[in-house]
DNA sequence: GACGTTGGCCAACGAGCGTTGGCCTCACCG
DNA sequence: CGGTGAGGCCAACGCTCGTTGGCCAACGTC
């Protein structure tokens, strides 16, 4: 009864190409990652999800980091905010990053690269990376110059992952009561105290 | 040359107490915890930093997922802030922070729980009960009452949860080069747009 | 000095993991 | 029709882990 490996396919395996099996890994094992960190998730329990034997894991990838790692690929996909009136780019990235958390569930790269930097640190690094190469440069853009510039755009991607960490890691009951519009509201003005140098208070 | 478990014992083991065994199990699960996580940290390693047998952490604390819920006790003795100035609040629970993380390294019961919480979810549990118990409390009690105080107040965690990710266990170098009475005066303002309701921009 | 108690070690079990290599079975090309 | 290669399964190895149980040596008390 634990499973039935006798004459099974009536018609359900087609066949699949190489490229169909490749992707139905990677997005299995993204969203096992995103769910249970590096450690804790098996490439067995990847390969069931897609279907397959753990071994066609490894002949697609190599290994269990290697599979990490072409999880981990992600494009944040971040506006550019060089047009738009200063005032409303706060709203703008709490709105964003809310969109990307809450939407298309089999797209969790960030909450993989997440979940998994807090005790990964091939993942940490890769975070790094992302922030250098993606957020930096967004916020910068919206930000005037001046020495504590960068300092500032990192207190403010502070202040997203830790947005995403209350509600989507560890699920604070009264962040996750929150609709998204109240979440902006609440949110909002605090990445402008960090953006905006000299705000009066 | 692997070990020698020969006729070792000079003058070192002057046969502890089992209190101080115990203690010395407790202080190196909590410094396994807080830099590997759950899952990587091992019974034979925690034994190994106490100087003694993986079997006599059993015996101790019964099990992993016990010695687990032993090191995740915390008490972040915040301030009362009933008697301070409004003003002077976002910076206070800033500086408070900071002086804990940065503190006694052996005292990283915070970082065990932020680690941890993130792919445990009896750690998660854990970081829950300790908002609602300690952080919203302190915070409430600084805070205009209104229907969305809890949700600021849980909002302000997830700030300074992400200030902890962002500095203690993802290391962004643009936080990291920040010395405390930076991250205060940069961050601080943040806190109080979080804090105060319809504070004018 | 006998003896129970206490702190400690050692060896092993059983399970789960990543990983390997061999074998099978179709679809397609000649 | 024969062959070849790609997609896939199965069985196993070696390792590490949590956990168990039995044994040992020192101490304290009568």
């Known amino acids: 009864m634990t499973s039935e490996p006798l004459a099974e396919p009536p018609a359900d395996r087609p066949r699949r190409t190489s490229e169909a099996t490749k992707a139905a890994i990677l997005a299995a094992a993204r969203a096992r990652f995103a769910e249970h960190g590096y450690e804790r998730t098996t490439i067995r329990g990847v390969a069931g999800d897609a279907g397959i034997d753990a071994s066609m894991v490894m002949r697609y990838f190599g290994s269990k980091e290697q599979l990490f790692e072409a999880a981990l690929a992600i494009d944040l996909k971040l506006p550019d905010v060089r047009d738009v009136p200063p005032d409303d780019v706060p ?28 005790t990964n640190d091939q993942a940490a690094a890769r975070m790094r990376d992302v922030f250098a ?6 916020v910068l853009a919206a930000l005037p110059p001046g020495p504590d510039a960068p300092a500032r755009a990192a207190l403010l991607s502070a202040q997203l992952l830790g947005l995403a960490l209350a509600r989507y890691l560890l699920r604070l009951p009264p962040v996750l009561a929150l609709a998204p519009e109240q979440v902006e509201e ?3 003005p605090a990445l402008a105290a960090v953006l905006t140098p000299g705000r009066p208070l």
């Open 186 to 188: 609440l949110y909002a």
């Open 133 to 138: 190469r993606q957020v930096a440069p967004a």
């Open 91 to 118: 709203a703008l990235f709490v709105r964003h990053f809310l969109d990307r958390w809450e939407g298309d569930p089999t797209d969790d790269a960030l909450l993989v690269l997440l979940r998994s930097a807090v």
